[in-house]
């Protein structure tokens, strides 16, 4: 599988959104680690050293341009792939990507069964 020995964090308050990312990326060789809140969300970033963020950048309380900012500028997270996951309009997420360095995004009104397919052009 594509994804084994790879680690994806999913940060996203649509609980359902987020179990089926999971299940689609454990299915697929992906080790998940999921969270449903911001609150923490660096510090879990630190202690689990993933190779790719997959954040719904749209999330209430969540302060998306601090918290890519802090991850761009940061040594320990320099090889972080990040990927905006949203239900926003493709254009707008794709302006929002360039403007903020991530790697790439991908919409919830996509094919969600193409998402591992997806993370794997990264490796």
Same mark, same amino acid.
């Given at each position: 599988?594509?994804? $084994? *020995?790879?680690?994806?964090?999913?940060?996203?308050?649509?609980?359902? /959104?987020?179990?089926?990312?999971?299940?689609?990326? /454990?299915?697929?060789?992906?080790?998940?680690?999921?969270?449903?809140?911001?609150?923490?969300?660096?510090?879990?970033?630190?202690?689990?050293?993933?190779?790719?963020?997959?954040?719904?950048?749209?999330?209430?309380?969540?302060?998306?341009?601090?918290?890519?900012?802090?991850?761009? *500028? /940061?040594?320990?997270?320099?090889?972080?792939?990040?990927?905006?996951? /949203?239900?926003?309009?493709? $254009?707008?997420?794709?302006?929002?990507?360039?403007?903020?360095?991530?790697?790439?995004?991908?919409?919830?009104?996509?094919?969600?069964?193409?998402?591992? $397919?997806?993370?794997?052009?990264?490796?």
């Amino acid at each position: 599988m594509s994804g $084994e *020995n790879r680690k994806v964090m999913i940060l996203d308050d649509n609980i359902i /959104s987020l179990m089926i990312a999971e299940e689609l990326l /454990s299915k697929h060789g992906y080790d998940v680690v999921k969270m449903s809140a911001p609150h923490g969300c660096i510090a879990k970033l630190d202690y689990e050293m993933p190779d790719v963020l997959l954040i719904d950048i749209a999330m209430p309380r969540l302060a998306s341009d601090d918290l890519l900012d802090t991850i761009r *500028n /940061s040594q320990d997270h320099e090889d972080l792939i990040v990927v905006l996951y /949203s239900d926003m309009d493709a $254009e707008e997420l794709e302006k929002v990507c360039h403007a903020k360095d991530a790697n790439g995004y991908f919409c919830k009104s996509m094919d969600v069964q193409r998402l591992p $397919e997806f993370i794997d052009r990264f490796f």
